[in-house]
C-alpha cells in the first residue's frame, strides 16, 4: 500500500509545484504588464501636457507679438458722422418734429429771420451722442424713428451726431459673438471709408437679426457694407472678415461700462444710450416727435446758458449850465 501511494504522492507534489511555478511566471508577466502600462500612460501625459504647453506658450506669444488694432477715425470711441451719404432722406416736412433753426429766437411770434450758414469754424450748439449695440431691438427702434430727422440735423450742420459702437449682447447670438463682430465691421468702415460710416451703421440697425439667431457671419458683414456704397470694398472685407476691430470693441464696451467720458459719472447701462449735450435722453425711442423736443430744449437752455445778457448802458446826466 505504501508502495502504491508513494509514487502517486511524489507525482501530486510535482504537479503542484509546476502549477505553483506556473502561476508564479503568469503573475510575473502582470506585473510587468502592468509596469509597462502605468510607464507608457505616463509618458502619454507628459507628452501630451508637454505638446499642450507648447500649445499654450505659441498662442500667448503670439497673442502678445499681435498689437492690438484700433480704428481710425475715433474720439473717445466713438465715429463722428461726417455725412449721411447713402441714406436718403425723405420730402415731409419736419417742422412737426422739431428744427433747430431758430431755437435762439427771442421772440417765437417774430417773423423767423433767414439762418445763416455756418462757417467752418462755427461749431452747433447740439452735440448728440448715441451708443448703439446691433443686437439691441432699443437701438433699432430709436434708428428707425430718428433717422429722416438726424440725417437733416447732420446735413443743415445744426447739431453734431456720434455714435458709439459697442458689444453688451455678445452672448445672445448662439455663440457666433455677433454683437462684439457687427461693432467690430462698423468700426472697419469709420476707418477705411468714413462718409459711408452712417449709411453702414443704419443698414445694420435697420436690417437687425434676431436677438438669440447667429446673426451675419463676417462674409454677409462683408456684403452689407458693399451694398451701403463703401469705398476700398476689397480692405474693408478683409478687416471685417479678420475680425480686425474685434478686441478693440471689446475693450471699448468695458470703458463705456465703467463711465462714459464728459459725463458726470454717467455709466452705461444699456442700449440704446442716448446723450444730448450730456444728458440722458428717458423718453419714447420710437416717438422722434418728443426726441425733437428733447433736443430743441437742451439746445435753447444751452443757447441761453452760453449768451450773456446785454449790459444797460447809463445815459449821462447833463451838467447844468451856470446862470448869469
Known sequence: MS?????????????????????????????????????????????????????????VSSAASKPLLSPANV?????????????????????????????????????????????????????????????????????????????K???EEAATLTYYPVAMLTSKSNGTKYSLRAAGAA?????????YFFAFNNTLLTQQPAVDSDGYTDSEL???????????PKVIRSCIEDQSFASWAKTATERALDGLPDTDDIALTGTPMVLVNGTPYVGQLGDPKEFAQ???TIAS????????????????????????
Open 3 to 59: 508502495s502504491d501511494e508513494s509514487p502517486n504522492a511524489a507525482a501530486a507534489s510535482e504537479r503542484r509545484d509546476a502549477v505553483r511555478e506556473k502561476a508564479q511566471q503568469v503573475q510575473a508577466r502582470q506585473s510587468r504588464a502592468r509596469v509597462i502600462r502605468g510607464a507608457t500612460i505616463a509618458t502619454t501625459v507628459i507628452a501630451i501636457v508637454a505638446v499642450a504647453a507648447v500649445v499654450v506658450t505659441w498662442v
Open 75 to 151: 474720439t473717445d470711441d466713438g465715429f463722428v458722422v461726417t455725412g449721411v451719404t447713402g441714406v436718403g432722406l425723405v420730402s415731409e416736412d419736419l417742422s412737426n418734429t422739431g428744427t433747430l433753426e431758430g431755437t435762439a429766437s427771442p421772440s417765437p411770434t417774430a417773423e423767423p429771420e433767414p439762418t445763416p450758414t455756418p462757417t467752418p469754424t462755427t461749431q452747433p450748439d447740439v452735440d448728440i451722442r448715441v451708443y448703439v449695440d446691433y443686437l439691441s431691438t432699443g437701438s433699432r427702434d430709436f434708428q428707425l424713428a430718428n433717422v429722416q430727422q438726424l440725417s
Open 153 to 155: 440735423w447732420v446735413t
Open 187 to 195: 468700426a472697419c468702415v469709420a476707418t477705411h471709408s468714413p462718409e
Open 222 to 232: 462683408a456684403d452689407l457694407a458693399q451694398a451701403s456704397g463703401i469705398d476700398s
Open 294 to 296: 428733447f433736443v430743441l
Open 301 to 324: 437752455d444751452s443757447y441761453y446758458q452760453e449768451t450773456p445778457a446785454p449790459t444797460p448802458t447809463t445815459t449821462p446826466t447833463p451838467t447844468p449850465t451856470p446862470s448869469s
